[in-house]
């Protein structure tokens, strides 16, 4: 049995870790009427998560203890605490009075394991059996902002300062607070521009930052903290800056770049000038520069750590990398690979690194800081809650990080095409287990196809359209999204790790699994109107192109040999509406073209908020898209004869994270939610 902490509904399916209503950790055991708190311990001791105890305003600082599951690990079922102890068991084969002695110990623990089911006492000896105690070392966590709308953020080096971007309703502007007296100065209007990757001069006077309006190549920016003239820097720059230690030269990532499907590492003057390229990648070995990941010139000048991905690993994850600036040189700095990881930066006395990331697929939604020791390698996580962290920078002495703490909520809804707003229905409350945000789906009987992470991994599960009849379809399966129903109603395609990434088809009961890709780079499928062809996105080519493979599988067909993604299949089966890349240095467009590939037909562009989610209307006059204006988002139409696009859908709140037609053109099934971000100082964390 267990329970919602916080909505205190009870669930038996002992496979959940979220609450289906609200997205709470789940608690094992019975409710209790006494409350339980934990202290933020180091990683020798307890270390289950943190919340903020009470709602912080302005100027508030919060010690952080641990959530309420932490009172639940105390009473889960024994199998659990024998797996760990089996874990730590001694070789059968070891011998001598070592080996009783060990004997002894392990007959002991079973005891302390015995007494925690009877008693409730044993778990401090399983947990600190012949291991110091360690005192609990809290650290802080000061909310700057409490609007939600925040979405980057920097620190200058002296810590006086935080810029950070403010998004409201789609417009971004730039503010910088002085961190002492909690003033805030407006330093950009907003407009309808993107920034991004913020990052301060070593002398704290500027700001850098990334700018791009629409159908303009990203472009890196200069400004000084307390407004004033821009200078452009550089152009294609899609990632933030790091300094050298004397600030004379800053080193960023530049992708497809000398050459398409290619991503380098150079060095610049502080001005912008004098560019050169110092390591260079090309794909599936890359510097992920779409990530917008910066990279970190060490302290004393050598080497400029880097995020880089690489199938060295044999799956493609991500991992650490130090690059020589003498000679380029490139030399792992992690062992294991990361399944995501967004930001990088050196402690000052060079004995580790910081970084946002995710060790596992099923922590992509949330996140965290962690520290790497260097030059050993070691992980060991900083935060552990469940929100999702970004924009990660630190003080010159390193005491202090500023970051944003975001946190989604989503949830699924139903509603006509005709007054949405009015007759929209929600059938499915997600919580923070981003159910359908990643995945979602119509069968041609009415059911609903959803991703979610309800039991703690990404998964894919069904329901009726009037949210009954929940349940999972993949289990222990790897990561699973991005999903897509066959017309004919017979099968489920969607993306999988299980390692690599790579198509898979499934039937509509999650039977019979079967894999139709293995360029361990394939994703964002679309299936052709008679149920034959899988039409997908692939970088096996070296650069992002479109393919199709048979439903039952067999060998690939490329389509493209320009850069196109995110295919979208037309009712009548003769066009593909994409993603499209005329050059290396030119930007995402979108573009019609032949069902068997070819020059594109038509050329263009669209405010879609996620950018490639469009989908076909049913009748095929139309690709539609969801576009946020005044902070809320609705579905838009843009007709093909050349006609100005139109609003479908008439919502007055929320976001749309996803949506599908219905097979009959007349329902709209969506994740709509809201996401909360807002910038926070960490301290007393080392």
């Known amino acids: 049995m267990k329970h919602c902490p916080t909505c205190n509904k009870n669930y038996t399916d002992e496979t959940l870790n979220f609450c289906l209503d609200d997205g709470a950790w789940l608690a094992a055991g019975t409710l209790t009427n006494e409350p339980t708190t934990a202290i933020f311990l180091e990683p020798e001791a307890v270390a289950t998560g943190f919340r903020v105890d009470e709602e912080m305003g302005e100027e508030q600082t919060a010690i952080l203890s641990g959530p309420p599951a932490l009172a639940g690990s105390l009473t889960r079922p024994l199998d659990r605490l024998n797996d760990s102890i089996r874990q730590h068991r001694p070789p059968a084969n070891a011998g001598g009075s070592d080996s009783l002695a060990m004997r ?117 920016y200069q400004m000084p903290v307390l407004g004033g003239a821009q200078k452009k820097l550089l152009s294609d720059v899609y990632g933030a800056v790091s300094y050298s230690p004397d600030g004379k030269q800053f080193a960023f990532v530049r992708g497809n770049y000398p050459n398409l499907g290619e991503s380098a590492l150079l060095i610049a003057n502080a001005d912008g000038t004098g560019e050169r390229v110092i390591a260079q990648r090309r794909q599936p070995e890359t510097f992920p520069w779409w990530r917008l990941q910066p990279p970190a010139w060490s302290p004393d000048g050598n080497t400029i750590a880097c995020i880089a991905g690489s199938n060295s690993t044999g799956s493609g994850l991500m991992n650490i990398v130090e690059v020589k600036v003498a000679d380029g040189t490139i030399k792992p700095v992690t062992s294991q690979g990361w399944y995501e990881i967004k930001r990088v930066a050196w402690l000052e006395d060079q004995s580790g690194l910081l970084v946002i990331g995710a060790v596992k697929s099923s922590d992509f939604f949330n996140q965290q800081i962690w520290h790497i020791s260097y030059p050993g390698g070691e992980a060991r996580r900083i935060t552990t809650d469940l929100s999702e962290y970004f924009g990660l920078s630190l003080t010159a002495d390193s005491n202090v990080i500023a970051a944003v703490q975001s946190n989604r909520i989503s949830n699924i809804w139903v509603a006509p095409i005709v007054d949405t707003a009015s007759r929209a229905v929600q059938v499915k409350s997600g919580g923070n287990n981003q159910d359908g945000t990643d995945g979602l789906a119509w069968t041609p009987d009415g059911k609903i196809i959803y991703y979610s992470r309800a039991s703690g991994a990404d998964d894919i599960w069904v329901m009726n359209a009037d949210g009954t009849g929940q349940k999972q379809l993949t289990v222990d399966a790897g990561t699973n999204y991005d999903i897509k129903v066959t017309p004919d109603g017979r099968y489920i395609v969607l993306t999988s790790e299980r390692p690599g990434q790579n198509l898979w088809r ?171 971000s807002d910038v926070v100082l960490i301290k007393d964390f080392r």
């Open 506 to 676: 499934m039937d509509l009961d999650g039977g019979n699994p079967r894999q139709l890709t293995s360029g361990n780079s394939d994703y964002g499928a679309a299936v052709s109107p008679d149920s034959k062809w899988v039409i997908y996105n692939s970088n096996i080519s070296g650069r992002p192109a479109l393919w199709k493979v048979s439903i039952d599988g067999g060998d690939p067909v490329q389509l493209t040999e320009y850069a196109a993604e995110n295919p979208e299949v037309s009712p009548d089966g003769t066009l593909i509406a994409c993603q499209y890349r005329e050059a290396t240095n030119s930007p995402w467009r979108y573009a019609i073209i032949p069902y068997d590939g070819g020059k594109p037909l038509k050329i263009f562009d669209l405010a879609a908020d996620n950018e490639g989610d469009i989908r076909w209307s049913p009748d095929g006059r139309l690709l539609t898209y969801a576009n946020l204006r005044n902070g809320v988002s609705n579905i838009w139409g843009f007709p093909l004869d050349g006609s100005p696009p139109k609003q479908l859908t008439d919502f007055k709140a929320d976001y749309i994270y996803n949506f599908k037609w219905s097979p009959d053109g007349k329902q709209l099934v969506l994740t709509r939610g809201t996401t909360t």
């Open 104 to 220: 002894k110990k392990w007959r002991m623990i079973a005891v302390a394991a015995l007494l925690l089911v009877t008693g409730g006492i044993g778990f401090a000896v399983y947990k600190f059996w012949d291991k110091p105690v360690k005192a609990p070392q809290a650290f802080k966590i000061e909310r700057l902002t409490t609007n939600g709308k925040a979405r980057d953020a920097a620190i200058s080096p002296d810590g006086k300062y935080v810029v950070y971007i403010l998004d409201e309703g789609g417009q971004q502007s730039l503010w910088t607070r002085q961190v002492a007296t909690s003033s805030n100065v407006q330093i950009t209007p907003p407009a309808d521009v993107g920034y991004w990757a913020l990052s301060f001069t070593p002398d704290g006077n500027y700001i850098n930052f990334g700018r791009i309006e629409k159908n303009t190549q990203a472009a890196l």
